[in-house]
Structure formats: structure tokens, C-alpha cells
């Protein structure tokens, strides 16, 4: 073999190694809107990851690449790398219900502790489902939209039709206040609200707001009763795969964009209500002490039914003092 022909097999060689580590593009699904704190904490990831240099990522908002249920699905099967869950988790492992008790999270200070001194608990819990949890960002704290009568306390809502996720627990409160619970893919509401097929809907005001809600419902209660944590999930067997490199960055930014979520929706909660009822829509402050006075069985129940589960709630309650 002459000169020219081995400096030619080393050039190729370097390029086949170059290509071989060009950053890899990365898909991201979730299901908001434009405009939703979905969006802007997917974007805010997308061009933290970007500016490292060591991978790309493609965000799909909108539920374009599915429903919760299916994107899951599809991070198992490697055909997405991250997608948004929320309170769908708590169908994929039962110790994410508990963040289907109401009033349990007192603040986002009080999620920030959960996060920190508690993150082990969700991680393992998403591991032995084959899933990976990178980071703890936000759906944020639920408030109740319908078209019947404002909600001012439980009884309120008896019979109401109100959409609900595909949680048991979340089905599960709203019956034992009286709601009629309907689950549902965020995707499929507001033609169910338009149309008369549901009577409401709960979400955080990011999720109303940018979902155009305020366009199809008449009253807006700020019952705050569910704070809904959001994780940038991708499979245990994807994470497994990527280089060192390629984890870091992503680790990094999803960690990160944590806190950028947390900031965000504090900040759109204070700007949205009036922008809902610029709307036209009716905005009323529920009795939250009513509220918690009938979650009591609710609680009772998840401490007896799920392994762990009263540890969980003592917990998580007791990382509260302070905030």
C-alpha cells in the first residue's frame, strides 16, 4: 500500500468517525397549544440542548405525535426520544398518584422540595417501568372551567360533566365531590365543550388559556385543587444508548428548564385570569377550605389502597413548613 492510498483510507476513516458522531436529532411530543407552558419550557430544553453542540432537538407540541398514551408507547419503542406526561402517570406507575390528592402541594417552593429531596422516589418508580425521568418541570395548579353554575364548593358540581385526564384518582375525587368525571384526551376537549358533550374541565389556567377554553365555557373557579407536576420523560432503553456527551447536555438542560417552567407559570397564572375574563367569562374564588374538608376520604383511601402510599403523603406533607 503507497502513501497516497493509507492518507486516503485515514481521511475516510476520520469522516466515517465524524459521522458517526454528529449530534443526533431528537424528537420531543407534547400535548399543548401554542402558546401553553408546554411550549415554552419544550422550546426553552430545545435551544438550551441546541447550544451545547451536542444534539438537537425537534419539539412537536399540539398532540401531534399522539396523546400521553400513545407518546408513551412510542418512547418504548424508540420512535420519539422525549415526550411531556403529566397526571397520566399516575396510570403508568401508582406512585404518582399521589400527586393526584388535592391540596397536597401547598406552593411551588413546597414542589421545589419535593423535587430535590424526593426525586429518587419518581425515578425509581419510572425506571421500573421502563421509562426516565430528566426532569420535574410544570403543569401547574388546576382550576375548574363549566358552562352550568360557578363551583363556589363541592356540592357544586354534582352532576356536572367535567373531563377529567385518564387518572383513577382524579376520577375518583371528582366523584366523591359529586362531579360526574369524564376522561379524556386533552386533544378531544374543546370540541367535547363546544359541542355539549362535557359540561367542563379542569386545568391550569396555561392549559385554558391556550386551549381557547374561554372561547366555550361560561364560568372559571379557582379551586386550585390539584397541583400537576410535568416530566420530560424519555425510555430506559434510549438512555441507555446515547453517549455520555449527548446525556450530560440533555441531563443538564432538563434540569435547567426546571426552574424556567416553575418561573414561567407563575407568571402566566398572574396574567391570565385577566385575560380570561376579558373573555367574557364569569371568574369566582372557590371555597378552598371546602374543598379540603371533603378530600379526607380521598386521602384515606389512597394511603390504604396504594403500597406506600400514606408514607408518601406524610412525606411530601411534611416538606411543606417553611414555604
Given at each position: 500500500?503507497?502513501?497516497?492510498?493509507?492518507?486516503?483510507?485515514?481521511?475516510?476513516?476520520?469522516?466515517?468517525?465524524?459521522?458517526?458522531?454528529?449530534?443526533?436529532?431528537?424528537?420531543?411530543g407534547h400535548v399543548g397549544d401554542p402558546g401553553s407552558l408546554y411550549e415554552a419550557t419544550a422550546n426553552h430544553f430545545a435551544e438550551c440542548v441546541a447550544a451545547t453542540g451536542k444534539?438537537?432537538?425537534?419539539?412537536?407540541?399540539?398532540?401531534?405525535?399522539?396523546?400521553d398514551e400513545e407518546m408513551l408507547q412510542k418512547l418504548k419503542l424508540g420512535q420519539i426520544a422525549f415526550s411531556i406526561p403529566s397526571s397520566v402517570m399516575s396510570s403508568v406507575a401508582?406512585?404518582?398518584?399521589?400527586?393526584?390528592?388535592?391540596?397536597?402541594?401547598?406552593?411551588?417552593?413546597?414542589?421545589?422540595?419535593?423535587?430535590?429531596?424526593?426525586?429518587?422516589?419518581?425515578?425509581?418508580?419510572?425506571?421500573?417501568?421502563?421509562?426516565?425521568?430528566?426532569?420535574?418541570?410544570?403543569?401547574?395548579?388546576?382550576?375548574?372551567?363549566?358552562?352550568?353554575?360557578?363551583?363556589?364548593?363541592?356540592?357544586?358540581?354534582?352532576?356536572?360533566?367535567?373531563?377529567?385526564?385518564?387518572?383513577?384518582?382524579?376520577?375518583?375525587?371528582?366523584?366523591?365531590?359529586?362531579?360526574?368525571p369524564t376522561p379524556m384526551s386533552f386533544s378531544e376537549v374543546f370540541t367535547a365543550l363546544k359541542t355539549g358533550v362535557i359540561d367542563g374541565q379542569e386545568n391550569p389556567l396555561a392549559?385554558?388559556?391556550?386551549?381557547?377554553?374561554?372561547?366555550?365555557?361560561?364560568?372559571?373557579?379557582?379551586?386550585?385543587?390539584?397541583?400537576?407536576?410535568?416530566?420530560?420523560?424519555?425510555?430506559?432503553?434510549?438512555?441507555?444508548?446515547?453517549?455520555?456527551?449527548?446525556?450530560?447536555?440533555?441531563?443538564?438542560?432538563?434540569?435547567?428548564?426546571?426552574?424556567?417552567?416553575?418561573?414561567?407559570?407563575?407568571?402566566?397564572?398572574?396574567?391570565?385570569?385577566?385575560?380570561?375574563?376579558?373573555?367574557?367569562?364569569?371568574?369566582?374564588?372557590?371555597?378552598?377550605?371546602?374543598?379540603?374538608?371533603?378530600?379526607?376520604?380521598?386521602?384515606?383511601?389512597?394511603?390504604?389502597?396504594?403500597?406506600?402510599?400514606?408514607?408518601?403523603?406524610?412525606?411530601?406533607?411534611?416538606?411543606?413548613?417553611?414555604?
Amino acid at each position: 500500500m503507497n502513501y497516497r492510498t493509507l492518507m486516503l483510507g485515514v481521511a475516510a476513516a476520520a469522516l466515517l468517525g465524524s459521522a458517526a458522531r454528529a449530534e443526533p436529532t431528537l424528537k420531543l411530543g407534547h400535548v399543548g397549544d401554542p402558546g401553553s407552558l408546554y411550549e415554552a419550557t419544550a422550546n426553552h430544553f430545545a435551544e438550551c440542548v441546541a447550544a451545547t453542540g451536542k444534539a438537537k432537538v425537534e419539539t412537536y407540541g399540539s398532540s401531534q405525535l399522539g396523546t400521553d398514551e400513545e407518546m408513551l408507547q412510542k418512547l418504548k419503542l424508540g420512535q420519539i426520544a422525549f415526550s411531556i406526561p403529566s397526571s397520566v402517570m399516575s396510570s403508568v406507575a401508582p406512585t404518582f398518584g399521589v400527586f393526584e390528592m388535592p391540596y397536597l402541594i401547598k406552593s411551588r417552593d413546597h414542589m421545589r422540595k419535593v423535587r430535590d429531596d424526593m426525586r429518587s422516589t419518581f425515578v425509581d418508580a419510572a425506571d421500573a417501568k421502563g421509562y426516565q425521568i430528566l426532569g420535574f418541570w410544570e403543569n401547574g395548579f388546576r382550576n375548574v372551567t363549566n358552562n352550568v353554575r360557578p363551583i363556589n364548593v363541592p356540592a357544586d358540581l354534582e352532576g356536572i360533566k367535567l373531563r377529567t385526564p385518564k387518572g383513577e384518582w382524579r376520577v375518583k375525587m371528582f366523584q366523591s365531590y359529586g362531579a360526574n368525571p369524564t376522561p379524556m384526551s386533552f386533544s378531544e376537549v374543546f370540541t367535547a365543550l363546544k359541542t355539549g358533550v362535557i359540561d367542563g374541565q379542569e386545568n391550569p389556567l396555561a392549559q385554558i388559556y391556550s386551549g381557547k377554553f374561554q372561547e366555550v365555557q361560561k364560568y372559571l373557579s379557582m379551586t386550585g385543587h390539584v397541583y400537576s407536576p410535568a416530566y420530560l420523560v424519555t425510555s430506559a432503553r434510549q438512555w441507555k444508548g446515547w453517549d455520555d456527551e449527548v446525556k450530560t447536555a440533555v441531563q443538564d438542560c432538563a434540569t435547567k428548564a426546571s426552574d424556567f417552567a416553575y418561573k414561567t407559570s407563575a407568571q402566566m397564572d398572574d396574567d391570565l385570569v385577566g385575560k380570561i375574563k376579558e373573555a367574557g367569562v364569569t371568574v369566582n374564588d372557590a371555597d378552598k377550605d371546602a374543598f379540603i374538608k371533603a378530600s379526607k376520604p380521598i386521602y384515606e383511601q389512597f394511603g390504604k389502597e396504594v403500597d406506600g402510599g400514606q408514607k408518601l403523603i406524610d412525606d411530601i406533607q411534611a416538606l411543606s413548613s417553611g414555604t
